[in-house]
């Protein structure tokens, strides 16, 4: 079974920066399509960033010029860069597969917090 884990979050004023990370227990991570998402308390997961094979990236609205997502193949890692923080990013960010391609067993996430 695949395991996931993220981290990197943390409390960041409005306007800040962070590098979330995600580990994947896979080799060779550039052949599966990589994606974030995120979840505030009381709404549904929404998939915020998605990186193909092809190298090939997809953001939401909401995010496009702000978020980077990239992956390192040497080390199964996959980043995702975020600039330019709001208030409204806030949630608990989780990294998997992308969800057309049949979802991994989720990791605990890391929370994102951003906060004047």
């Known amino acids: 079974q695949v395991q996931v884990a993220e981290s990197g979050g943390g409390l960041v004023r409005p306007g800040g920066s962070l590098r979330l990370s995600c580990t994947v227990s896979?080799?060779?991570?550039?052949?599966?399509?990589m994606s974030w998402y995120r979840q505030d308390p009381g709404k549904e997961r929404e998939l915020v960033a998605t990186?193909?094979?092809?190298?090939?990236?997809e953001y939401i609205d909401s995010v496009r010029g702000r978020f980077t997502i990239s992956r390192d193949n040497a080390k199964s890692m996959v980043y995702l860069d975020m600039h330019t923080l709001k208030p409204e990013d806030t949630a608990v960010y989780y990294c998997?597969?992308?969800?057309?391609?049949?979802?991994?067993?989720w990791g605990r996430g890391t929370q994102v917090t951003v906060s004047s």
């Open positions: 998997n597969r992308h969800q057309h391609f049949g979802l991994w067993t």
């Open positions: 896979v080799e060779n991570v550039y052949r599966y399509a």
């Open positions: 990186l193909m094979p092809t190298d090939t990236t």
